[in-house]
């Protein structure tokens, strides 16, 4: 049998330095939100080892879920990309080398470094507090994002490789074009201090920094900086207009206004969780003006149009947000609203303490479940072959998204009792029909042509 290298030709090397700047930049995040905002402060070194080793028994009476989860999600990355960036392992049939193993091991051992760095560290830095948990959670995250690689590993390259591809073709102005993107991005989601906890983002709504369009609030962006936004918005539109298209063409100016809003709109509901930023819709329209703009602009240049609105992605897009909207007002009728800060806070804290607890009925569980069953078998055979599986994990944790948004607002509701219990069926339901829908689907056809 043959041994085989996994990644071989030019684009192996680009490849591997795209993933390890990649995995430079998530680093590069963990330290920073990690210890943010980098006062330090003396502290005797024995204090802080003793803080550091006996957080054991304190985090385990008062285990934060959203903290678990919040410390897995920042070093899952971390174990991805650095795996894929250090493995050279070879292909023997269907088998890896042992060499695969060396480089898993090698990339947990540098993340369990890092994360006790990280979290020793946080013994000097005001308002954080080390946790040998946290360590756990993290050298956790890092484990995952090991095994999706190796579950999924070529799937990965050739999406990677198709954007290093994309970006090497491209003119300069493209080039520049996708920095400010990039640079677009990097403003809009700064400081990046994301919060999971339910408390922390009904506080960002309360004391109004989460903002619908034309919401008065003192902390609303100015006339100024909705115009500066506008104008930093242009080159988003031109760069969906002109990158990625067929050399010397375009994409109408119809379709690059959408991609370029469907960016701008995912950016904006990334922002939400952002804690120390104020999140105001007024912000997103500016954006949108700006883009459109910017992709009518494209029509000046001599490109001729190489291709229109893909009906068929926007069918798709109308039709997961219809879906989505449909879950939310199922999970929220008949919408009753309790918005009492006090009862708000109370019943946070209840759920933190019991974050699995029952539901308060089948009604809060089964119709959910069953719409997630059906959306799981209309989205199965949508996927694309060649990205399968990896677009099969971006729907489930898309799905585990909103379901757990859906249970966040039962905080607010009168007769709300949110638990996780619920996620974890929803998405058990959804994950079944992902799965299992074209399978019965096939079944039911052969009996029919059977009969």
């Known amino acids: 049998m043959n041994t085989v290298p996994r990644r071989a030709g030019a684009g192996a090397e680009a490849l591997r330095a795209a993933y390890a700047a990649a995995a430079a930049g998530f680093v590069g995040y963990a330290v920073w939100g ?13 204090d802080a080892a003793a803080l550091f080793w006996t957080r054991w ?44 193993g060396l480089t898993a091991a090698a990339t947990l051992l540098f993340a369990a470094a890092l994360s006790g760095a990280i979290e020793f560290a946080q013994a000097f830095v ?47 102005v493209e080039q520049v074009l996708l920095a400010c993107c990039a640079a677009f991005a990097i403003a809009w989601l700064l400081p990046a201090d994301f919060t999971l906890r339910p408390g922390e983002i009904a506080d ?6 989460l903002l619908l369009p034309w919401m008065p609030s003192p902390d609303a962006a100015t006339g100024g900086q909705l115009a500066a936004i506008a104008v930093a918005a242009v080159p988003i539109g031109l760069a969906a207009a002109i990158c990625g298209s067929r ?57 001729p149009v190489m291709s229109g609105v893909d009906w068929r992605a926007v069918q798709l897009t109308a039709a997961v947000v219809l879906l989505v909207s449909v879950v939310l007002a199922l999970e929220w009728w008949p919408f009753r609203m309790a918005l009492d800060a006090s009862r708000l806070q109370v019943e946070t ?46 729907l489930i944790g898309f799905a585990g998204g909103v379901f757990t948004i859906c249970e966040v607002g039962r905080i607010v509701l009168a007769d709300g009792r949110p638990t996780l219990l619920s996620v ?28």
């Open 349 to 394: 804290i209840l759920w933190s303490r019991q974050p699995f607890r029952w539901p308060a009925g089948a009604g809060d569980v089964i119709p959910g479940a069953m719409l997630a069953a059906f959306a799981g078998a209309f989205a199965r055979p949508r996927l694309d072959p060649r990205f399968e599986r990896l677009q099969a994990m971006a």
């Open 34 to 46: 990690s210890l943010f905002p980098f006062d330090f402060h003396a502290v005797p070194l024995a």
């Open 247 to 303: 050399s010397g063409g375009r994409r109408s100016v119809a379709s690059a206004a959408l991609i370029a809003g469907a960016g701008l709109a995912a950016l904006e509901f990334m922002q939400m969780p952002i804690f120390s930023r104020t999140t105001d819709a007024n912000e997103l329209l500016a954006a949108l003006a700006g883009s459109t703009f910017g992709a009518a602009s494209a029509a000046l240049t001599p490109r």
């Open 126 to 172: 005001s308002w954080r507090t080390p946790s040998i948990v946290d360590v756990a959670a993290e050298i956790a995250g890092a484990a995952c994002g090991i095994a999706i690689w190796w579950s999924m590993s070529s799937e990965l390259d050739r999406a990677l490789g198709s954007a290093v591809d994309l970006v090497r073709r491209s003119t300069w």
């Open 57 to 100: 028994a304190h985090d385990a009476g008062s285990w934060s879920l959203t903290d678990l989860v919040s410390n897995v999600v920042l070093f899952l990355p971390i174990g991805l990309l650095l795996c894929a960036a250090l493995d050279r392992s070879t292909q023997v049939g269907d088998c890896r080398t042992p060499s695969a």
């Open 204 to 209: 960002k709504y309360e004391h109004k920094r």
């Open 424 to 451: 974890v069926f929803k998405l058990s339901a959804f994950a079944g029909g992902l799965y299992l829908g074209p399978t019965l689907a096939s079944v039911r056809l052969r009996a029919r042509e059977a009969d």
